[in-house]
């Protein structure tokens, strides 16, 4: 668990507080939202929560960015397929 702490505030470090509000924020928003309508599964959250953390990561030029867009992509790639939308998954 303290591994898990020390690379959260490595990852932090040189955020402004309201930056992290508004990432805190935009996956709160996207987990009520999804919830409260009755929509995706538990993937589509998990993969829609990696694409925020994604993009907000690779714009602060973070390395853990690629972690969780590979974790998107494989998610995304999965719904895109079972959903038979081949050419969304093939884009992924």
Request: proline share 0%; aromatic share 10%; hydrophobic share 50%.
């Amino acid at each position: 668990m303290e591994a898990v702490a020390g690379f959260v505030k490595s990852e932090l470090r040189d955020w402004k507080t309201s930056e992290v509000c508004w990432m805190g924020a935009a996956i709160l928003t996207v987990v009520v939202i999804t919830i409260h309508q009755g929509g995706d599964s538990l993937i589509g959250i998990i993969s829609a929560v990696t694409g925020i953390l994604y993009t907000l990561l690779s714009g602060k030029g973070k390395a853990s960015c690629y972690l969780f867009g590979v974790v998107n992509t494989i998610l995304y790639g999965y719904i895109a397929f079972s959903s038979r939308i081949y050419g969304d998954m093939l884009l992924n």
